[in-house]
């Protein structure tokens, strides 16, 4: 069972962007009624950028219909070869369009397509018949880029001042946002606002106040005008926050250490390292830590408590959350 530990927030920004994307999974959107679903990513994006958290605002019944295609992510090809899939058994040669990359990719992918259940293949002879189990759906409403910050100043706007200026003229996101670490009843200064584009909303994360109120809007942003073209990306992106979550950073940590362990800090649960008494990051939780311990062979071989020591566990309790919130 996780522990409560209050007041010990952390203030590093891998800390931060973990207490972000709880936040945001719990209380998004910031200034307005949640209307459906929502699924956050972190450390997700495309090739050209990648965002701290992403926050996908779903069509209800388009996320169900999603479901029929696995809890993994699609990437590229399997996410174009379920959107062009005919509902019949054709040829794949006949029936897909111009995939915009190597053609040669295209049989291995609806082979691995079929092996993975989101497609129908049959061989007639030397070729290959293919077809959909279901329609792909429309299940993203809209997209929502955040850069953490927790110390936030007027050195660290003018270096985020590019990298928001092109996604505001990328527009790949329907709001792009900023997130920073704030006190109660704070305002945003002018010196913090000169460098940030136009567009750019800021949200005051104070990490001492309930849950609820942790949340607030400093300064609203601007609605994107999407491009339709860009429909095929914001999908891929939305497809890797579907698969891999916010809560994926386990998979760098060193969770057969036996002083990693799961706490609730701020109502999110946050990897805890007993020895060093604070949230751990993947550069300090590694091989070359001077307190890495390794579980002991009896937690594993007995099963303590359930099949593995708290590094175990925690693992288990960030995939069990992960998928209730797809589930969602």
């Not at 069509?59 to 959107?83: C, I, W």
């Not at 999407?226 to 386990?250: K, N, T």
């Amino acid at each position: 069972m996780t522990t409560a530990l209050e007041g010990q927030a952390p203030t590093h920004e891998f800390g931060f962007e973990l207490l972000v994307c709880g936040w945001a999974e719990r209380h998004w959107p910031p200034h307005r009624r949640q209307q459906g679903p929502i699924i956050v990513g972190r450390q997700l994006g495309e090739q050209a950028r990648r965002w701290d958290t992403i926050v996908i605002e779903c069509d209800p019944d388009g996320l169900r219909a999603r479901a029929q295609f696995g809890e993994q992510s699609l990437d590229r090809d399997l996410l174009f070869l379920v959107r062009h899939a005919p509902p019949e058994f054709a040829w794949y040669r006949d029936c897909l369009p111009d995939p915009g990359f190597p053609r040669r990719r295209l049989l291995p992918s609806i082979h691995r397509g079929a092996a993975r259940g989101v497609l129908e293949v049959e061989r007639r002879g030397r070729r290959v018949y293919m077809r959909r189990i279901a329609p792909y759906p429309r299940w993203v409403r809209r997209l929502i880029a955040i850069e953490n910050k927790p110390d936030l100043d007027a050195s660290a706007a003018r270096r985020l001042g590019d990298q928001l200026t092109h996604d505001i003229d990328r527009a790949l996101a329907d709001e792009v946002w900023v997130a920073t670490a704030v006190k109660e009843d704070a305002e945003v200064p002018a010196v913090l606002m000169e460098p940030m584009p136009e567009g750019v909303g800021i949200l005051g994360i104070n990490q001492h106040t309930p849950s609820p109120m942790r949340g607030s809007v400093l300064w609203r942003p601007r609605r994107l005008e999407i491009d339709p073209a860009d429909e095929p990306i914001r999908y891929r992106i939305a497809e890797a926050v579907y698969g891999d979550g916010w809560r994926a950073y386990s998979d760098s940590l060193r969770t057969d250490c036996r002083h990693l362990e799961p706490r609730i800090i701020d109502h999110t649960v946050m990897p805890w390292c007993s020895a060093k008494q604070v949230v751990p990051t993947p550069h300090t939780c590694r091989h070359a830590c001077p307190y890495r311990e390794p579980e002991p062979p009896q937690w594993r071989m007995l099963g303590w408590p359930l099949g593995g020591g708290p590094g175990r566990r925690f693992r288990r309790v960030l995939e069990a959350r992960r998928q209730r919130n797809r589930q969602s």
